[in-house]
């Protein structure tokens, strides 16, 4: 379901100006479009947390990265990240202020769906959750408009708001309690249209 993995994808992110870096993640995530319902923590978890608490804290990680600004690092201290994705994402914004990459606009998240819990995951309690957004964003480099289509790379990208689909992957250091984004991909046009956010 991913469109891009390592090493491409920074190459990728650029030259279709994807969703302010939302979906630039490290294409190691293990999420699936299969919908199934959330399920109680591990077993080693003594407290049990519900699929109405995992989506309130997945919001407000969520509201935490809408923040950023597309061109900014997540900063050192940001609890609501994991540190193998923080420094993934600092290093494709790092690549592309090496090119010379200014990003302008934004991406608001529309919804948010869970799509997978598996708290006996070998790695660790993981949910993946569809994120349905619309971006502004748009890449300019020496102030000319470099943005293109992410379906036609010899096209620009046309203008306007875009809506969008990523399945975003995050983990929990405390057995259900928080939860910390580790991974985003976005979606392709089937996917997206496959997933709870088509209208």
């Not at 600004?69 to 940001?78: M, Y």
């Not at 998240?109 to 957004?133: F, I």
């Not at 708001?161 to 976005?186: A, E, F, K, N």
Request: charged share 25%; net charge negative.
């Amino acid at each position: 379901m991913r469109l891009h993995s390592r090493p491409t994808f920074v190459t990728a992110c650029v030259a279709a100006t994807l969703v302010a870096l939302a979906g630039c993640g490290s294409g190691e995530g293990e999420g699936t479009g299969t919908t199934t319902s959330s399920t109680s923590s591990s077993a080693s978890s003594e407290q049990t947390y519900d699929e109405a608490h995992i989506m309130s804290a997945v919001r407000k990680t969520d509201k935490a990265f809408r923040a950023l600004d597309p061109n900014a690092t997540i900063p050192k201290d940001a609890e609501w990240v994991t540190d193998a994705y923080r420094k993934t994402y600092n290093s494709d914004v790092g690549e592309l202020k090496d090119l010379g990459v200014v990003q302008k606009g934004t991406t608001t998240t529309e919804d948010l769906h869970l799509a997978k819990s598996d708290p006996d995951a070998p790695g660790g309690w993981y949910v993946t959750v569809y994120n349905c957004n619309v971006s502004t964003v748009r890449a300019y480099i020496d102030g000319e408009d470099v943005s293109r289509d992410p379906q036609d790379e010899d096209k620009p990208l046309p203008k306007g708001p875009r809506t969008g689909v990523s399945l975003d992957r995050y983990t929990t250091p405390d057995d259900g309690q928080s939860w910390q984004i580790d991974d985003s991909q976005i979606l392709s046009p089937e996917d997206a249209r496959a997933s709870p956010c088509a209208p």
